[in-house]
Each structure stands twice: as C-alpha cells, then as structure tokens.
C-alpha cells in the first residue's frame, strides 16, 4: 500500500478547515497511487474532530488522543506522528501551510529523513513520483519539482483547494504518549478586536507613503471600513511599516505576506517590485496615485491619477452608497 | 553559550527575476547579493543574547558559494565572533539537504542555540529550524517575534491565524525569527575594521543525495493590461461603474 497522510489541524477541539482542503490535495494523489487517505490528528478530546475528517474524505482517522497532547509541543507531536506514519505506509504526508503546519511538518520530515516543499499550490503523482508546484521569490516565479526520496512531505498552501467533503472513514485511537516536551504552547492571546485578518480578506485597502504621515491611515481605514464589517482588512507599503506607522503584521510583499484578494486597492503606493510580489494575484487592482508614471499602473486593472486625499473621501462615499443599496 | 546563526545569501529583494536558459535556475547575470532579510533578525537576536548573557561566541554559518564571503564578513561587521562557510556551487532548494548538512556541521561544533530567519527570500521555504530541530534533538519555536531566555528556557511569541502563541522552550533549541523581533544593527565603520580581523573559515559542505529535484521554474501569466480611468474626484463614478459592472467586484 501507498497511503496518502494528511495531518489535520485541531484547535480548541475543533477542526481547522484547511485540514479538509489538504483531503482534498491527498485524495489527488491517492487516486493516482493507489492508497487510501489516512489521517491523523493530536489534541486531547478530539471526537468532534477526527467524525469531521471521516465524514471528510479520510479514510482511515487515527486520533492521537490524550492530556499530555492538551497543548501543541511540536517536538512531542511531530514523534508520535512519525510513528503512525510509519505503520500506516504513508509515502506522501501533507498538511497545511499554516502557522502549525509551518512548525510541525519541517520537524516530522526531519525525523523522517526526507525532502520537504512547502506552500504548494498543485500536487500530482506521475509514474509513482510524487511532484509538486509553488511560488518562490514571493511570487516572482514558480517551481515545479519532483520527489526523489520517499515519504514526500508538503504543505498546501490555504484557501487553493476545495474543501474535502462526503465519506465515512473509519476512526481509531491512540493515547497520546506522555514523557518530556521540549518546547511547548502556554498561552494563546486572541488578536484585540474584530479585525479581518489580511489574508483571509475579501478587500484588502493597502496605503503607501503617499498618505505623508501616519494619522492619515484613518482614509485607508475608513475606506476598510466602507465595505461592512468582517469584509476589508488594511495592508501597507514596506516603507511606512519601516517607518513604523503600521505594524509588521500588514506589510503586503516580499518580507511581508502575499496576499490575493477579489479586490485590491492600492493607495499612495509606488509599486516597488517587492510589493508587487505580494499582491499580483489579486483578482481586481485598483491603484490611486498621484504619479502617472508609478509602476503600479502597470500591474493596476483600473488606475486614477490623483491625490489621495482629494479622491478617497468621494470614494468612501460612493462605496458605502453601493454597500447600503445591496 | 555558543549561538550559530544560519544564514544564507540571496538575490536582493529588488531583483527582477529572469529564468536561466536551462528553464530550472535564475538568471543570476547583473543580480546583486545580499544577507536575507529575515537572517538579519536572526543574527540581531543572537547578538542581543550574547549581550545579555555577557559571555559566548556567536558563528555566522552559511551553506553556499565561496561568494558567499561578502554577506558573511558583513555579518562579522554587524558583531558575529566568527564565520563559516560550507561551500558549494549548486543552488540548494532542496531543505532536507541544507538541514542534514548543518545538522553535520553542528554536531561536530556544537551551539547551544542556533537561530535562523523564518524562509529565505528565494526559496521561500519556512522549514529549516524544524528540521534541523529534528535532526539534532533540540526544541524549536519557529516565526518568532518576541523571545526572551531565562534560566536556559525560551519564552517566544509568534503570530498564528487570529492570534498570538506564546510558547516555551528549552535549551538547545533552534529558533526561527520574523519581522518584528528586532531592529537589526547595521555595521559601522568600526565593525568593518574589526571584522577583517575576525576567523572566516571555509569548508566543502557534506550534502547528502537530494530528495528533490527541480523540473521547471518558470515566471507567472502576466496580467492583462489595465488601464487609467481618469484623473482625480471626477474618475470616481466609472470607476465605481467598472468595479460593479466590468470588474463584478463590488
């Protein structure tokens, strides 16, 4: 047998819906390789969960189950997965390309002495090699690679594949071994208020130094806030993070995130290549500048020459005049 | 305590990316070097601790070409004690490799903590100081923006979806470092006198087989041209008429 294992993401008991994107990835590959989907997931009372994979898509769930794997310690996780890895004959081990999977799949492949792509975008499985597909360079280019050592391990990027629904896979469980952790979760803060993250925005409003000073972010806010609650999050330049006028966590680009929203707005920014990078595969871009010649009016599907603050105002309006007639 | 901090030269985040001929590599004709920008956080850090600490040495590591000197006596400037190289001449995209190779180096040179930026600008790939972690037995915390050592143990913070983590870990551990954690040090005038002075070693890096191999790079579908509305207030109309009917965006 060639299995396929996904390791799914459980937090606070509940499933994480990446976890059923990832199924969704593995089923691709198991159908051309001719194993089943196994999936595994830690966490301690983890029912609800490991139902959600099975009726998912998974065939076969193992819950590694128990209190000492209460909180996520990648170091104890990453051991006990290795070993149902192993007895389950996976020879392809996805999960995804979030904070989690960031941390605990490097950790797994290591100790399975095996190669590792992350933030894959295609998977496929030719002649009974493994291949996969990401963005590298921020986004500059795309590679496209082939496994040459088994297991092949990836993480998938989110919000790329459909979620993974319909099965009635079978659920075992493991107790969770306990013993020294080296390295463990001790607290989870909720980011303050009701803040759309960036890349799970609909809109992402982004300014640049062209706003002149750090107060006048409240135009790109407001703009934000236009489009109703839980729909537009505020990005930014890498200049006006370095500045310190925003913080670290919306900088859109190279050395920020790469985001790839239906709609994008550009404002008071210049388009240098990083920031390109991280928003070029956003499906409409709306650029607002005072420099005709800006490189974003390159990249831009519709573009106004202008200033920022003579334009943004009469768009807040218009906008929460399209949002109060829907 | 010895702090190692892997570090890896990369093309400068300006660079216009151009395929090589053989359709696998970039152009690397007329593109400049530098430290990758997460590294400069790793490396900030380990000169902190080493502050904080008041003794230890810290050893900027790098697996690459011996042009990789250049970044690594800047990384002597900024502070760093000492400086290897493991050289080779492949572009290395494959993680398994780069992590065993320092694993190697490592478990003939030990280091208490090693730290690492969270992905290289080139690669993007996020999965070294799990890896590594791994092969050595260490603890790890990776994409960390506050850290702080207390009695041989970590306390790290790192972003994850709508939240924040705040994670312990003891030494040895690897630590992998975001934007955030610090504000790195340039070097001064000074530092570039010294580091001339400073240990920079090479050594052929003990890469095992590849796990992978690269089939193509290639660049993205271009995106359709778009076009100027209009100039100032007036433009607001079409393009709120564009977004709702051309567009269906709004």
Redesign the interface.
């Known amino acids: 047998m060639s299995n396929i294992i996904v390791i799914a993401e459980v937090r606070g008991g509940s499933l ?1 819906r990446p976890s059923l994107e990832v199924i969704t990835a593995a089923k691709q590959l198991a159908s051309a390789s001719g194993g089943q989907v196994v999936a595994i997931a830690c966490g301690n009372g983890i029912d609800a969960a490991t139902a959600e994979l099975a009726a998912g898509g998974a065939a076969k769930v193992i819950a590694i189950d128990g209190p000492s794997f209460t909180e ?1 310690s ?2 104890a996780w ?1 051991k006990a997965i290795v070993e149902q890895v192993k007895a389950n004959d996976g020879t392809a081990v996805l999960m995804a390309h ?3 999977g ?10 399975l ?7 894959v975008i295609e998977v496929s499985c030719e002649g009974g090699a493994y ?1 996969a597909k ?16 088994s297991p ?1 391990c990836a993480t998938i990027r989110p919000n790329n594949f459909e979620a993974s629904t319909g099965g009635s896979g079978e659920v075992s469980k493991v107790d969770a071994p306990s013993g020294d952790l ?10 303050g208020g009701d803040k759309t ?1 960036l890349a799970e925005a609909k809109v992402v409003v982004a300014g640049g130094r062209g706003l002149k000073e750090a107060d006048n972010f409240k135009l790109i806010e407001d703009l934000a806030a236009a489009f109703g609650p839980g729909v537009a999050a505020v990005g930014a330049s890498r200049a006006v993070c370095d500045a310190g006028w925003r ?3 919306e ?1 859109v680009g ?3 995130k790469v985001v790839s929203p ?2 994008y707005f550009a404002i008071g920014i210049s388009g ?3 920031h390109l990078a991280g928003m ?2 956003a ?4 650029a607002i500048n005072k420099d ?1 010649d800006a490189p974003i ?11 920022a603050f ?2 943004v105002p ?2 807040i309006k ?2 929460e005049e ?1 949002v109060a007639n829907r | 305590m010895d702090i190692v901090v892997c570090i890896k030269r990369v ?1 400068a ?5 151009k ?1 090589a001929a053989d359709g696998k590599s ?1 152009e690397t004709n007329g593109v400049s070097f530098e430290m990758n ?2 590294d400069e956080f790793a490396l900030e850090q380990a000169l902190l601790i080493k502050e904080q600490l008041g003794e230890g040495t810290v050893t900027a590591l790098t697996i690459g070409p011996s042009l990789a000197q250049k970044v690594m006596r800047d990384a002597l400037a900024r502070g760093a004690d000492k400086a290897v190289v493991l050289t080779t001449d492949e572009w290395i ?4 490799q780069v ?2 190779a320092l694993a190697t180096y490592l478990q003939a040179n030990p280091a208490q903590i090693v730290l690492c930026g969270k992905q290289a ?15 050595l037995g ?6 960390v ?1 506050k850290l702080e050592l207390a009695d041989g143990t970590f ?1 790290a913070e ?13 030494t040895p ?1 690897v630590i992998s470092c975001n ?2 954690l610090n504000q790195p040090r340039y070097a001064n005038l000074k530092g570039i006198m010294k580091a001339k002075k400073k240990p920079l070693e090479e050594a052929a890096a003990d890469l095992p ?12 579908p271009a ?2 041209d ?8 007036d ?3 079409a ?2 008429e ?3 009917n051309e ?1 269906k ?2």
Do not use: W
């Not at chain 1, 986004?139 to 690679?145: L, Q």
């Not at chain 1, 080296?182 to 980011?191: P, Q, R, Y």
């Not at chain 2, 260490?138 to 994409?143: I, L, M, S």
């Open positions: 994480k996520y990648g170091d990453a979030t904070a989690m960031k941390d605990l799949l490097p950790r797994v492949s290591g100790l002495d095996t190669g590792i792509i992350t933030d291949g990401k963005p590298v360079f921020a986004g500059k280019a795309t590679m496209t690679v082939k496994a040459t050592k092949f080296l390295s463990v979760v001790k607290e989870i803060i909720a980011a993250p913080p670290h966590s900088q190279q050395t920020g239906p709609l240098a290549i990083q070029r595969t499906r409409t871009i709306v005709a009016f390159k990249v831009a599907d519709y573009g106004i020459v202008g200033d003579e334009v009469a768009l218009a906008i399209v | 093309p985040t300006d660079t216009a990316i395929i970039i920008a997460y995209y494959d993680g398994a992590a065993q600008v080139d690669s993007d790939n996020n999965q070294l100081a799990g890896n590594l972690a791994a092969r260490f603890g790890c915390v990776t994409e923006t306390t790192r972003d994850i979806e709508g939240a924040r983590e705040v994670v312990t870990c003891k551990a934007k955030g087989a590849a796990a992978m191999e690269i089939v193509s790079l290639e660049l993205p995106r359709a778009g076009r100027i509305i209009g100039e100032g207030v433009a607001v109309p393009l709120i564009a977004l709702r567009a965006a709004i």
